[in-house]
């Protein structure tokens, strides 16, 4: 199985604060890589398809970058709604397998 | 795009329990179908998926043997059985719905059905 490693496993950031979260694949998985946000008692909700295809309806302040086995996914501008968790998930091969998440917290 | 889960609950490591999904607002026939599990606390955890048509199932090693994916298009439902059941696989069970678009990804998922086992 591909693991998902995600950097950091928690950070503090305030509103207006650029945020970075990375994840990088056990393997190449070229750009089989999605990112989801979650919130507490809530499913999980796409933001970012094949690295960097913004799924519709979703803020552009996220963006995601990276190809191969290290990606990036980037919030211009924290807002108060975007504190939450954030997953990483490869599709490249099965099973599909996620990142143990990463936690923005409010400073 | 509507994914609604029930058949959770409590029940007793050994015992069986089965879930459904009833789709709405997509033609469901045409879309693979997979389940996602996040125990208590925990990440997520890919399950089974199942094709459009019902032809292809394949499951996470933790789960094979023990649940089994199925599809009625006529009902626009999806069904996990769980046979077997143990501690570890206390979660909340998601139906997912996954599209694809050069890669595949999860674009829809339901609201989630806790599995709880426990003597």
């Known amino acids: 199985d591909i693991q998902m490693t995600q950097s950091p496993s928690s950070l503090s950031a305030s509103v207006g604060d650029r945020v970075t979260i990375t994840c990088r694949a056990s393997?190449?998985?070229?750009?089989?890589l999605n990112w989801y946000q979650q919130k507490p008692g809530k499913a999980p909700k796409l933001l970012i398809y094949?690295?960097?295809s913004l799924q519709s309806g979703v803020p552009s302040r996220f963006s995601g970058s990276g190809s191969g086995a290290d990606f990036t996914l980037t919030i211009t501008s924290l807002q108060p709604e975007d504190f939450a968790i954030y997953y990483c998930?490869?599709?490249?091969?099965?099973?599909?397998?996620f990142g143990q998440g990463t936690k923005v917290e409010m400073k | 795009v509507q994914l609604v889960e029930s058949g959770g609950g409590v029940v007793q490591p050994g015992r069986s329990l089965r879930l459904s999904c009833a789709a709405s607002?997509?033609?469901?026939?045409?879309?693979?179908i997979h389940w996602v599990r996040q125990a208590p606390g925990k990440g997520l955890e890919w399950v089974a998926v199942?094709?459009?048509?019902?032809?292809?199932?394949q499951y996470a090693d933790p789960v094979k043997g023990r649940f089994t994916i199925s599809r009625d298009n006529s009902k626009n439902t999806l069904y996990l059985q769980m046979n077997s059941l143990r501690a570890d696989d206390t979660a909340v069970y998601y139906c997912?719905?996954?599209?694809?678009?050069?890669?595949?990804?999860?674009?829809?998922w339901g609201q989630g059905t806790l599995v709880t086992v426990s003597s």
């Open positions: 997912v719905k996954d599209r694809q678009v050069v890669v595949t990804f999860f674009d829809y």
């Open positions: 607002g997509f033609t469901f026939s045409n879309y693979g």
């Open positions: 199942i094709s459009y048509d019902g032809s292809k199932k």
């Open positions: 393997q190449t998985i070229s750009n089989y």
């Open positions: 094949a690295a960097s």
């Open positions: 998930q490869q599709s490249y091969s099965f099973p599909p397998t």
